[in-house]
């Protein structure tokens, strides 16, 4: 008899003791459209009941449409629901092109000097449609801008596992190696100590806990309760008392998405796969995208170094900030790449092979090596990069 990854649940809660009668333990693992584990969308590993229950209390946050009431917009935002951007291929995932949010700076034209405008980079593309002046900015102050494409959530708690050190023991900032990539940790001071960023494009956000916050406020114009690490919004001038969010509910966000489990390989047994995986290798492309990073409970086979690289052509202009300056972005990790396009920061990318295409800067070399590849070796790659 073959078992289902929901019937391994239930067998593995049996055999730990702790089945329950729960009717939410239940319902969340027999249906109602909540995976099981194992299953995209679903938590990571077994759960015990009580944690099952925060988990899909902090599903249900993040799946939901909040309302002026709730605080929603400050005034601008950028949907109405954690879902709304996160939802490809699954609750958690990325998110489409047309959902991209955009950023805007000065720098005179591309001369410098680079200037953040008033109030920082951010700039919401919406605004409630109580709210006077709908969708209508002034950007005289802006001649630079950058779009930044929804990034997939899923697998973030083991990404959160990672230690500073094993992060930056793959720093190469001189590129003493003399391969032509120098990527750098993001460092970030936090309360004056210093941390290292895991999370966004340029790896700005070093914990999943610090995420919700940042999203909520940045995101959803909600504001959340101050930890003192410089995240939360805590206040906003509309009518609905602060914090909009309480603590209880960032800790069941948070966990919600610390426990979604990570995207799964589909077939890597497959020989054109294996070839692929090969050659992705030989290539160099494994030197930013390293398959696997040791987390505290084990190898986190996520694809990337956390690296912050300089990978778009002397041309580029962008946003800049400190430690991650224009054209340097986050080594994106690669699992589950294969349903999250488009791709780069932007979404300048439609296919896996426009997004190789699309490297330059420390990238130049490796992308260069891929386009010389037969034909065959470069669609066995390809192959590779959709199994993860």
């Known amino acids: 008899m073959t078992t289902t990854p929901r019937l391994s649940f239930f067998l593995a809660l049996a055999t730990a003791g702790v089945l329950t009668s729960s009717a939410t333990l239940l319902a969340a693992q027999d249906g109602n459209d909540v995976p099981g584990v194992g299953e995209p969308g679903g938590p990571g590993r077994v759960l015990a009941p009580a944690e099952m229950e925060q988990w899909l209390r902090g599903r249900e946050l993040f799946d939901l449409s909040f309302h002026r009431s709730r605080g929603l917009g400050a005034p601008e935002m950028n949907a109405n629901s954690c879902r709304a951007c996160h939802q490809d291929p699954v609750l958690g995932g990325s998110g489409a ?48 801008f950058e779009q930044r494409q929804t990034p997939s959530l899923l697998g973030g708690g083991l990404i959160d596992t990672i230690p500073d050190a094993v992060i930056t023991a793959n720093e190469d900032p001189t590129d003493s190696d ?44 909600i504001t959340t309760p101050v930890d003192g690490r410089g995240f939360a919004m805590a206040a906003d001038a509309d009518t609905t008392p602060d914090p909009e969010l309480t603590l209880a509910e960032v800790d069941d966000l948070a966990f919600f998405l610390t426990e979604l489990g990570p995207p799964l390989r589909k077939n890597p047994t497959s020989p054109v796969v294996l070839q692929g995986e090969a050659l992705f290798a030989s290539t160099g492309c494994a030197t930013c995208h390293v398959p696997e990073l040791m987390g505290t409970g084990g190898p986190v086979p ?48 439609e296919t896996l092979l426009d997004a190789i295409s699309a490297h330059h800067g420390e990238a130049q070399n490796v992308r260069d090596d891929f386009l010389a590849l037969p034909g065959a070796d470069r669609n066995a790659l390809l192959a590779f990069l959709r199994d993860l």
């Open 178 to 221: 003399m391969d032509g990539i120098h990527g750098v940790a993001r460092h970030l001071m936090i309360n004056g100590v210093e941390e290292i960023g895991r999370f966004g494009w340029k790896a700005q956000v070093p914990h999943v806990v610090d995420f919700v916050r940042d999203a909520m406020g940045g995101e959803l114009g």
């Open 302 to 349: 996520l694809y990337s170094n956390l690296l912050v690289h300089d990978v778009m052509d002397s041309s580029y202009r962008g946003m800049s900030e400190p430690g991650a300056g224009v054209g340097f972005f986050r080594t994106p990790p690669l699992w589950g790449i294969g349903e999250t396009a488009p791709y780069m920061h932007d979404g300048r990318a």
């Open 97 to 144: 092109l047309e959902l991209n949010v955009s950023r805007f700076a000065h720098d005179n034209g591309g001369a410098g000097p680079y200037m953040d405008l008033p109030g920082g980079q951010g700039l919401s593309k919406l605004r409630p449609p109580y709210v006077f002046g709908r969708e209508e900015y002034d950007e005289t102050l802006a001649d630079v």
